[in-house]
């Protein structure tokens, strides 16, 4: 049956083959990194090829993030080696760094809801949609994407988001619409106004708004 997961849920453990041999997921996690899993529906294919290209020149950006990026498709591992070297070429990657898992018995993509029931393969069966969880150091969900089989992915954004969900852990803040690492960010409507010069050294600017309350609080990145 599919697991239904929300933010903060404890995300399963599992036992998979990928092109790189088999892995138990939080293993391969290990007990500092985060990581980020996205599915594709099939090897071979136009938009999975430009996506995992995608993430291929951005390990770097994801290892600097303290992320691990891996990826699922429902072929087998041997289909996956062959495809990696498409996605090398398209991409101009002189190393393919990351396991893609091998769900070709959709085994994994129904546990976690990832299929898309509006696109079907040459057989019927239900593809596997773009799904993206990321998952923090104590194996909690931190964000979960749905995007039909038919849209690719903006990797840019996963990581502007990554960088928000970092940062807001650690400081009392949240970020706003369109922010971006640097950016200035909201004060929580939790901090306590005699707590602010402490928080924020840099000080904050309250917008004023009709209603008189003084909840929009702008300050620096922290």
């Not at 007990?31 to 770097?60: K, M, N, Q």
Request: glycine fraction near 6%; hydrophobic fraction near 35%; charged fraction near 25%.
């Amino acid at each position: 049956m599919p697991m239904p997961l929300n933010i903060g849920d404890q995300f399963p453990n599992f036992q998979a083959l990928t092109n790189l041999g088999e892995i138990d997921f939080y293993e391969w996690m290990g007990d500092e990194s985060w990581a980020i899993l996205f599915s594709h529906p099939a090897d071979y294919t136009p938009v999975c090829t430009t996506e995992l290209a995608r993430v291929g020149a951005l390990i770097p950006e994801f290892l600097k993030r303290g992320v691990k990026p891996i990826a699922l498709s429902c072929d087998t591992a041997e289909s996956h080696k062959g495809w990696i070297e498409d996605i090398k070429h398209y991409g101009k990657l002189s190393s393919f760094d990351y396991p893609i898992i091998a769900d070709h018995k959709r085994e994994l993509a129904v546990k976690l809801n990832m299929l898309d029931k509006d696109e079907l393969n040459s057989d019927g069966i239900p593809l596997t949609c773009r799904a993206v969880f990321i998952v923090d150091d104590k194996k909690k969900l931190r964000l979960s994407i749905l995007y039909p089989a038919t849209t690719g992915r903006n990797f840019d954004e996963i990581l502007r988001v990554i960088d928000s969900l970092h940062l807001t852990q650690r400081k009392s803040v949240a970020t706003p619409a369109d922010w971006k690492s640097g950016g200035d960010c909201m004060v929580l409507p939790t901090v306590k106004s005699e707590d602010v010069s402490k928080l924020f050294p840099n000080g904050i600017n309250t917008i004023d708004v009709p209603s008189g309350k003084g909840y929009l609080r702008i300050t620096p990145q922290p």
